[in-house]
């Protein structure tokens, strides 16, 4: 069976954004796959150790790590299953998706999650995190987190472009949910996650296509 290496907390939560795309990619797929706890200290004793992040897959020994890289694995192994790029041969929509999340979306939201998930993770993993995060992020994680909240309605216009094509589509990729959408959903769950207060309002459209994807999710462990 494919073995999915998850960031877990010290609950069992599962939160990456990363991950939560390989879990979906995976489901999209149809594959059986164990989603196994793995905290940052476990990573480098990981397949041939060159690993620096999770996700990771072992599918029977054939080893990926980067939450795309397995997308294009499974697509190019699993190829008589669902794609994950419907319409989109050469992933110039997915590209874009990726672009935007991992460059505007994923920059407002870590600031606003990053305190929570230290206060998640179990206490080993706590001292690697601040110092790791507080250098990325140029100041303590509380003042982050601090400084996000006053610039919330900021992170909330970001999905403006979303918006927009929702009022036309069910979903991102069209009529039915694929990789681009699993982009997005993952930066929504890692909020949701380890945060108290829901991101967006309830009357946001973006929330209707969250529950419908949310719905084909795997459940979290
Ligand atoms: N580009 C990678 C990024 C993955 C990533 O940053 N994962 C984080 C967890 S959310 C991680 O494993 N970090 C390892 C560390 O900080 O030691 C991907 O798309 O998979």
Request: with cysteine; glycine share 4%; proline share 6%.
């Amino acid at each position: 069976m494919i073995v999915l290496f998850d960031l877990a907390m010290q609950s069992g939560s599962r939160p990456s954004p990363f991950c939560w795309r390989a879990k979906l990619a995976l489901k999209h797929k149809n594959l059986a796959f164990e989603a196994r706890a793995t905290a940052f200290s476990q990573i480098r004793s990981l397949g041939d150790g060159s690993f620096k992040t999770l996700p990771i897959v072992d599918d029977d020994g054939r080893w990926t790590g980067g939450s795309r890289s397995i997308a294009e694995y499974l697509e190019s192994h699993y190829e008589d299953a669902a794609t994950l790029f419907p319409h989109d041969p050469q992933r110039l929509f997915a590209n874009f998706v990726e672009s935007w999340v991992d460059t505007t979306l994923h920059p407002q939201i870590f600031p606003l999650v990053a305190c929570a998930i230290w206060e998640c993770l179990p206490a080993p993993e706590k001292a690697y995190f601040r110092q790791t995060r507080e250098i990325r992020l140029g100041t303590t994680l509380e003042d982050a987190r601090d400084r996000s909240l006053l610039k919330i309605s900021d992170l909330r216009a970001s999905f403006g472009p979303m918006r927009r094509i929702l009022k036309t589509q069910p979903f991102l990729a069209g009529e039915n949910a694929a990789y681009a959408d699993y982009i997005v959903f993952g930066a929504l769950k890692w909020q949701r996650l380890v945060c108290r207060t829901p991101l967006l309002d309830a009357s946001d459209a973006i929330q209707a296509w969250y529950a419908r994807v949310d719905n084909f999710a795997p459940t979290e462990d």
